[in-house]
């Protein structure tokens, strides 16, 4: 049914939509979980799904994941380390080999009991972890030492059947991740890769996400299951109050070779067991980044890793030459696409530049040009920085120099930012009172630990309550001076270590 | 003088020197390669078993193949393609190390130089992808077992091959889950949710992901219960469009097939038995393997209004009418890898074209030996021509001599694979005018080539008492007037018959 032309452009009219209150309905400061889980909505970064845990990854979100991916996966082949392909399903008596490993994930394991529309005889487990997956071929594989070292890493999805509140990115019954395995002829040589990896994810946090972190060593009950020592990265979510666990290194020992018969013949002729790593960070480093940087009018992207670094949007005025204003518009994309920018220009005419304003805001874009008619005729645009809202008029002719100067700027000025907000929360203390008010003050503790899980295990149990309860988080690398006769904070018994404490994700 | 310092191959090979090109005519790009000690992964002499034996011995039935013991010769060799084609495909995927068996009956473990290949089919189409408008996502892996039952003819096709999760975190689950079999039902839900107006569409995304499908028989690569792949889904507001678009991806896999794989697939249109279970039209490429079957090398569906309707996924147009939309989805899985396997390898083993092979180095070889460095020169030997016909003798050290040597027998290898690879198709496809004729073709394992307009009864009858199925009506049809062989009718189209993988 045709229609007249005045119509169509009067119904288009109509359509137009003006700057709305297209901002957020929670506030970071105040309602920072539904602050959170809108945010991650609005910015188009994740949908909810019908099966509560498992969200779709948009986009803007994989853009993301990809630049890290990108990133990671170029210095570990570096490393030598090759990247394979394992199932998902793993048989029950295999999941079963290592005990202690089992035990940590068995409760998370989702179950394939039946296919098309018979039961399965045995029931097919999928994975939480590929350890033991991995690791009978690794017994196959490896037979003498110049089978070593043999590095394996894996991009995949891995499912844990989780029933904690599920949030987006941090906490989801399937995530994406890679997982790192290796085996080595010598503990050294396994000790040395666990900090290298653990300093590639430092960079992911730090130099492309802009996230502060600290790097440490587990505790005995916050290792990994099964494992030897687990070193992190972590970081602090200043809102909250909580530690999160970045990303992990372990070093296996040779708990693993003990139970999967991962033996080789050194140079000697001897029969060895190898020593093993495996290292992971997944999609949460996402959730993090949100969390960090974002604000109440949505996203806060680093450059390094926003899919899309500038948008240009051009801002008509009525009797001016819109033609020219979005030639403009184009022309600067174009310039800026060949410097190597991420780029793009939206010159969609159903939406004003206001709401424009307002929607790539949520979306996090670090800058925005606006041209309008004076812009055009004094051969200059007008940036606006996302991350503190500063507002600049660039002459076209050093556009690129300029804006790669800005960008830069802002990804340094966030990275600053959130470390000062996490500096700010750090509290050292001394004895259990001062522990308990700190956690209540939402701070990133600091204390002297007698290094006993018992110990531990007790203050989780004490300080247990509705916003969970508190535990280590790491011992950090960079330990400050311990001074003589330091007393644990919970048991009173000498202090044999500083150790961060907190709630955490 | 001192001893004579071999120009680093990293010089030789710098990417900056590499052909970047278009997507145009694509000249080849020289990789880096990588420098290690001959370790395990490449040399076929190492002390590893060569076990074909499923590791879960418990496991029930597994398939026979892989209850088979390595060929009787030495270590790393492989059973002629003539003696015993799947044996040899299995041999050269052992000696290859591209891929071992897993845990679970039917899953497979793809090692470094497997999944290498993987990366680099990933990254020659993810570029086209992105070139082309779309862009990536990523959907749960489960799925709802309500969705799956919306769309009825979908639930038909795949309900037998479903791998249901009844059991999370120690509890019997409210709904059991469906391990995504492909994701059109998921994607329909969220396209429901995303598009309101034309100005929605078109909407185009990828996804990279692992399905599961749980099939009886199995082979490595070719048909396993999980498998890689990338699946695209768009959404369109005409039906024009959306036929655009599968036409569009079906020629990107074509032109990847050919150019990159050195695979001359030929492209067509499935018959309406064949054709995917929801979709109105299924477009493929089908690669002749080295034993004549046809291989489906990827796929292209137009999906019509099949899904929008049973998820309600509809938009407003410009005249203010509500519409379903109109999708298409394409894929191409690490199936591919067992076409490239079995249309190039030989009984030496395997053998891959230079523009996706991991390494550069292995379609050509360097060879160095004290003689050779005292003339400065170095032995380069083709992959793909045995013996001293395969050798240039003499080829200077010197960077820039070597590389364009290089580069330029890296070349004639890519276009020798493929036009052998012509040539063996082009010899194994007869044009049939009669059923007896079509009959005789199959039973001598070649493809058939005849036109076709019967229905599906016939074609039921021809898989029945053949083996052979339709594979495609190819896009390059002849011309002139046609007779249905079948049928004695007038025919606009040949099809093409083969025994299929």
């Known amino acids: 049914m045709a229609t007249s032309n005045t119509d169509t452009s009067n119904a288009r009219k109509k359509e137009v939509k003006k700057e709305t209150r297209l ?5 970071k400061d105040k309602d920072f979980g539904e602050w959170y889980s809108e945010v991650c909505v609005a910015g188009e970064m994740i949908e909810y799904y019908d099966i509560s845990g498992c969200y779709i990854l948009r986009p803007w979100t994989m853009a993301i994941w990809e630049t890290l991916q990108a990133f990671f996966d170029a210095e570990i082949k570096k490393m030598n380390v090759k990247n394979v392909y394992f199932p998902l399903f793993v048989t029950e008596n295999v999941l079963q080999k290592e005990k202690d490993h089992i035990e940590g994930f068995a409760p ?67 995530f994406l991740w890679q997982e790192g395995h290796t085996a080595f002829a010598t503990q050294d040589e396994a000790d040395q890769e666990v900090l290298e990896i653990l300093e590639l994810y430092r960079r992911i946090y730090e130099e492309f996400l802009a996230i502060p972190v600290i790097k440490g060593k587990k505790s005995e009950l916050e290792k990994f299951a099964g494992g030897f020592y687990t070193t992190s990265v972590e970081a602090f979510i200043p809102n909250t109050g909580r530690g999160i666990q970045g990303a992990t290194s372990h070093c296996l020992g040779q708990n693993f070779a003990k139970m999967f018969e991962i033996n080789f013949e050194n140079e000697k002729g001897e029969k060895a067991m190898v020593w093993q790593n495996s290292w992971a960070y997944s999609t949460r480093t ?48 174009d310039t800026l696409c060949k410097a190597g920018f991420r780029a793009e220009v939206d010159l969609r005419d159903n939406y004003s530049p206001g709401w424009k304003y307002s929607h790539w805001e949520m979306k996090g874009v670090p800058l925005r040009i606006e041209i309008g008619p004076k812009d055009l005729a004094n051969k200059q645009v007008r940036v606006v920085c996302r991350d503190n809202g500063a507002k600049m008029d660039i002459p076209m002719h050093s556009l690129v120099e300029q804006v790669k100067e800005i960008l830069s700027n802002i990804q340094e000025s966030l990275f600053n930012a959130a470390k000062q907000k996490r500096e700010a929360c750090v509290k050292v203390i001394n004895t259990w009172d001062e522990f308990i008010a700190a956690l209540n003050n939402k701070k990133l503790i600091l204390a002297p630990w007698c290094d006993e899980e018992d110990v531990e295990k007790d203050v989780k149990a004490r300080t247990k309550g509705e916003h969970g309860a508190a535990k280590t988080l790491c011992t950090p690398f960079d330990q400050p001076r311990l001074p003589e006769g330091t007393l644990c904070f919970a048991s009173g018994k000498p202090a044999k270590k500083w150790t961060y404490w907190g709630r955490s994700y | 003088m001192g001893a004579l310092r071999l120009p ?30 001959v370790s395990a992964s490449l040399s076929g002499g190492a002390s590893r078993a060569l076990s074909t034996q499923s590791l879960a011995n418990e496991e029930a039935t597994p398939p026979s193949a892989a209850d088979r013991k390595p060929s009787s010769g030495p270590e790393g060799s492989v059973t002629p393609r003539s003696v015993d084609f799947n044996a040899w495909y299995l041999d050269v995927i052992a000696s290859a190390e591209l891929a071992d068996y897993g845990p679970v009956r039917g899953t497979m473990v793809i090692r470094p130089y497997g999944y290498a290949i993987w990366e680099s089919i990933q990254e020659y189409l993810n570029s ?31 309900s037998p091959e479903l791998a249901l999760v009844t059991i999370g975190g120690g509890k019997e689950l409210e709904e059991k889950l469906v391990v995504r079999p492909t994701s059109e039902t998921i994607v329909n839900h969220m396209f429901t949710q995303w598009i309101q107006s034309y100005r929605d569409l078109p909407l185009m995304i990828n996804q990279w992901a692992n399905v599961t499908r749980w099939e009886m028989r199995t082979k490595p690569f070719v048909r396993t219960l999980e498998f890689l792949w990338q699946e695209g889904h768009t959404a369109h507001a005409t039906l024009e469009e959306a036929e655009k678009e599968a036409l569009q991806m079906i020629d990107v896999y074509r032109k990847f097939a050919y150019e990159q794989a050195a695979i001359p697939v030929i492209a067509g249109r499935k018959s309406r038995a064949e054709t995917f279970a929801g979709a109105t039209q299924t ?80 379609p050509l070889r360097i060879e160095v030996g004290p003689r050779d460095i005292g003339n400065r020169s170095v032995v380069v030997c083709r992959r793909d021509i045995p013996g001293k016909p395969g050798k240039d003798f003499g080829i200077s050290m010197e960077p820039s001599k070597l590389e364009s040597h290089v580069k330029s027998r890296l070349e004639d290898i890519q276009a020798s694979l493929l036009q052998r690879a012509i040539s063996f198709r082009d010899g194994n496809i007869v044009d049939v005018n009669s059923y007896e004729e079509l009959k005789a073709v199959i039973g001598q394992g070649k493809w058939a ?18 083996g052979a199925t339709i594979r495609c009506f190819p896009f390059e049809q002849p011309l002139g007037k046609k007779t249905c062989f079948m049928t004695g009718n007038p025919a606009d189209e040949v099809a093409i018959f083969a025994k299929s993988y």
């Open chain 1, 23 to 27: 901002g957020l309905t929670y506030k």
């Open chain 1, 108 to 174: 998370e394991v989702a179950w394939v009991t039946k296919s098309g529309q018979s039961e399965m005889e045995i029931p097919i487990a999928i994975r939480p972890t590929s350890e033991t997956v991995m690791y009978p071929y690794y017994s196959k594989w490896i037979r003498g030492h110049r089978d070593l070292p043999l590095k394996l890493n894996q991009w995949c999805n891995v499912v844990r059947w989780e029933f904690s509140h599920p949030t987006p990115f941090i906490r989801s019954r399937e």
């Open chain 1, 286 to 333: 996402i959730g993090v980044m949100v969390m960090v940087h974002g604000d109440d009018k949505g996203l806060v992207l680093p450059p390094k890793v926003a899919s899309v670094q500038v948008i240009v949007i051009p801002v008509p005025y009525k009797d001016a030459d819109t033609q020219a204003i979005f030639d403009a518009c184009r022309s600067t994309v």
């Open chain 2, 8 to 37: 680093s191959l990293a010089l030789l090979f710098s990417p900056s020197k590499a052909l970047r090109s278009s997507s145009a005519s694509r000249p080849l790009r020289l990789r880096p390669p990588v420098i290690r000690k």
């Open chain 2, 128 to 158: 086209k992808f992105k070139e082309t408008g779309h862009s990536n996502m990523y959907f749960p892996q489960f799925i709802p077992y309500s969705f799956i039952e919306k769309e009825a003819s979908h639930v038909e096709g795949f």
């Open chain 2, 283 to 362: 477009y493929t490429i089908e690669a002749m393997m080295g034993d004549r079957k046809a291989l489906q090398a990827g796929t292209s569906h137009n999906l019509g209004q099949n899904f929008s309707r049973a998820f309600g996924t509809q938009f407003t147009d410009e005249n203010g009418q509500r519409q379903h939309v109109w999708q298409t989805s394409w894929a191409v899985s690490t199936r591919f890898i067992g076409g490239i396997i079995m249309t190039h390898g030989d009984d030496a083993g395997l053998m891959l074209p230079p523009r996706i092979a991991p390494i550069q180095g292995v």
């Open chain 2, 449 to 466: 080539r005849g036109p076709w307009s019967a229905g599906d009864n016939e074609e039921l009858k021809v898989k029945e008492e053949t």
